[in-house]
């Protein structure tokens, strides 16, 4: 099949996207599924090479598997998936070319994106949010105050030690922790919904001529509603104040296919509930138990349809019917049955990322609100959805939220993630205790909330939207970069954005260190001016100070400021090449780049993954920091025999000749090996130079029209 793609090179003209059209009427269908097949095929060939980890002509099927899965993609669960799991388990083991193309077919696209260093997923460091959740609970597991919601024996007999934690991302990244598919009441959590479905039949204009769209200031069940004037006549009325409360929520249920009978409405619902959380029928259950409860203790519920109706605030598909005493047995107790509705964290977590998504289900792609929709129902949400601890919940978290006293909390992050959480236990408020707990640490690690802002490059929390290792190697890189250059103003400019100047990379560099070896005193000044205690004599990886790096470079005037500044030599010399081959004198140029410091990171880390992304992302494998050092050599000093080999066989030349790249100390890869006494790591890259091993040079191809 590679073959004839191939062969299709240099066949005809190459296809140009802007003479599509005109040269449709010439193409037979046939031809042109066959061309479109050619250019998935051929999309498929960088990812294919990307995933080699082992050898130059297979991607290993296990590895492929855990890939995805440690990016967040859930294979066995995952109907986008299904295809490439059915042919993983009938091939397995190493995957051809061809091989590769059958099994990515139908998911080819998101493979890519998730093999791409995230371009393209709205999440690319997933893992820093999985870290993040898995911290917060175990942080927050032993927190035992509250106590179940009392006035039902469903919620007073559910077992208050359950606790779990879901995230679901828009592109459908998964993760969960504790008692996740545990099922449990939504109560109050459906309020949100029932408002996306009265919208969906009726409008805002009309929604909002029966509910309104402000804090109540009241308690969720208090007997009270809002006066507005109706437009035109001169006229009032009363109305709920926001769809979050009781009264509001039973406002929007009377708007809830109205015209249908009281169980057809309820499948409505719960079909609708199922299309949210994923199409999963397995997570979405319904407790008649728990409506019967409800049902039977609802006084003040009756008490406010009561008063509602006196004040004329039902909308008129719920005046259509004529006994309204049946009318409002319809609406309250739809209220009570879509209250008794069942789902897991992990389903409740898939709902909020839908929303979060702008109603597109990031699993079946089914739109189940529109965006319009979706925008009116999550301001309402921040400032109504968790009780009268709205307006600290909008202050602290800043996520729009909604809370059910059933223990479930869950969270939408526009354009990012849903997120949910449960535990029975309840504050004063109503709302779960671990739920709120575990909500305000996230945000102390995580960038969620909506009004947070940052300065420039300095970052103390999690950016979600920015690959694993970018964001704070980028921060300390940029300010070893302008140290290198004796840029001060740029250093002036990151210290008061509270960039972390005086951090250090990845070999313990500090940018004192760059400064001193590139002989550049004002910088040197400026930072001996500002440094924190032990700043200065900090030692690098080599364990050299800031001052024996202007020594070793005879940059004098350096010297005389660091030792007038309190600065000591370290007394150590840094190791030099162990290699007097004379065949070392032809080694590979590294051309320094700026974001060389990223994969350097990943490398140190041993992180396969991150290295495949970065790489995938259009990163040259074999580029360097301001030491000229590559991610061979980080890989080398910590003994991480399999990225030297994913690095040797993706490197795009001569991998012998890469090799023997120096650094600014004057050491290669292999003396950095044979320095940290990682024997197998020397061993491999020895016989990489005398076998004298090419990387692997993907041909560049293209897919053409015939004449």
Not at 49 to 54: G, I, N
Not at 73 to 96: I, N, P, T, W
Not at 572 to 593: M, R
Request: with cysteine; aromatic share 8%.
């Amino acid at each position: 099949m590679m073959a004839e793609l191939q062969r299709n090179q240099h066949r005809g003209k190459q296809y140009d996207p802007s003479r599509s059209c005109s040269s449709a009427a010439t193409i037979s269908t046939s031809r042109s599924n066959q061309l479109l097949e050619q250019a998935r095929n051929l999309a498929a060939v960088p990812v294919w090479e990307s995933l080699r980890t082992e050898s130059n002509d297979a991607v290993s099927s296990e590895f492929l598997l855990g890939f995805l899965e440690r990016a967040g993609f859930c294979v066995d669960g995952d109907a986008r998936l299904s295809h490439l799991a059915q042919k993983l388990s009938e091939k397995g083991g190493e995957l051809s070319l061809e091989d590769f193309i059958d099994v990515v077919a139908g998911c080819g696209g998101l493979i890519k994106e998730v093999a791409s260093n995230g371009n393209g997923l709205r999440v690319p460091n997933f893992q820093g949010l999985r870290e993040a959740i898995e911290e917060v609970y175990e942080k927050v597991l032993p927190n035992r105050s509250g106590q179940n919601a009392g006035y039902i024996p469903q919620l007073r007999d559910a077992d208050p030690e359950k606790f779990g934690i879901s995230v679901c991302t828009v592109d459908g990244q998964q993760f969960s922790i504790g008692d996740a598919d545990d099922q449990f009441c939504i109560q109050s959590c459906s309020k949100p919904l029932s408002y996306l479905l009265a919208l969906s039949e009726f409008g805002t204009e009309y929604v909002h001529g029966s509910v309104g769209l402000e804090p109540s200031g009241r308690a969720f069940n208090e007997i009270w509603l809002k006066d507005i004037s109706v437009p035109g006549s001169g006229q009032k009325h009363s109305i709920p104040h926001n769809p979050m409360i009781n009264a509001g929520a039973m406002m929007t249920v009377s708007m809830v296919h109205p015209r249908l009978s009281r169980q057809e409405r309820l499948e409505k619902v719960l079909d609708y509930w199922r299309d949210l959380s994923g199409g999963i029928d397995d997570c979405i259950g319904y407790s008649e138990e728990t409506y019967k409860s409800e049902s039977s203790c609802a006084d003040q519920n009756w008490c406010l349809a009561y008063m509602m109706k006196e004040f004329n605030a039902f909308p008129e598909c719920f005046n259509e019917n004529e006994d309204y005493k049946k009318a409002l047995e319809d609406t309250l107790e739809l209220y009570f049955s879509i209250c008794s509705i069942m789902n897991t964290c992990r389903g409740m977590a898939t709902m909020a990322a839908t929303l979060a998504n702008g109603g597109l289900n990031p699993f079946t792609g089914k739109q189940t609100a529109t965006a319009q929709h979706v925008r009116n129902v999550l301001p309402l949400m921040l400032s109504s959805g968790m009780y009268d601890f709205s307006g600290q919940w909008a202050f602290d978290v800043g996520v729009p939220a909604k809370s059910g006293v059933g223990g479930c909390v869950f969270l939408v992050v526009p354009n990012l993630c849903g997120i949910s959480i449960f535990s029975p236990r309840l504050d004063e408020n109503g709302n779960s205790v671990r739920g709120v707990q575990v909500a305000s640490e996230l945000v102390k690690l995580v960038k969620l909330h909506n009004f947070e802002v940052f300065s420039g490059l300095a970052h103390s929390k999690i950016d979600l939207t920015v690959p694993k290792f970018a964001e704070e190697t980028r921060e300390i890189a940029a300010a070893l970069f302008a140290a290198s250059e004796g840029d001060v103003s740029s250093l002036h400019s990151y210290r008061y954005s509270g960039c972390k100047i005086f951090g250090k990379d990845y070999d313990d560099r500090t940018a004192l260190h760059l400064a001193a070896a590139e002989g550049q005193l004002h910088a040197v000044a400026y930072l001996i001016k500002h440094c924190p205690p032990g700043y200065l004599n900090a030692k690098g990886r080599w364990g050299m100070t800031a001052l024996s790096v202007a020594r070793r470079y005879g940059h004098d005037k350096c010297v005389e400021a660091l030792i007038k500044a309190g600065g000591e030599d370290s007394h150590v010399i840094h190791p030099q090449s162990q290699d007097n081959d004379e065949s070392l004198a032809d080694a590979y140029h590294v051309v320094v780049s700026d974001g060389a410091p990223v994969l350097l990171a990943a490398a140190k880390a041993g992180n396969l993954d991150e290295v495949i992304k970065i790489h995938s992302s259009g990163v040259n494998l074999g580029v360097g920091d301001y030491d000229t050092r590559t991610a061979l050599h980080l890989a080398a000093c910590e003994g991480h025999l399999h990225i030297l080999k994913y690095i040797i066989i993706n490197f795009k030349g001569d991998a012998a000749l890469f090799v023997k790249a120096r650094d600014r100390f004057g050491n290669t890869a292999l003396c950095d090996a044979k320095n940290y006494q990682h024997t197998e790591c020397a061993e491999y890259l020895t016989n990489v130079i005398q076998n004298n091993m090419k990387g692997f040079a993907s041909q560049e191809m293209m897919w053409t029209v015939g004449e």
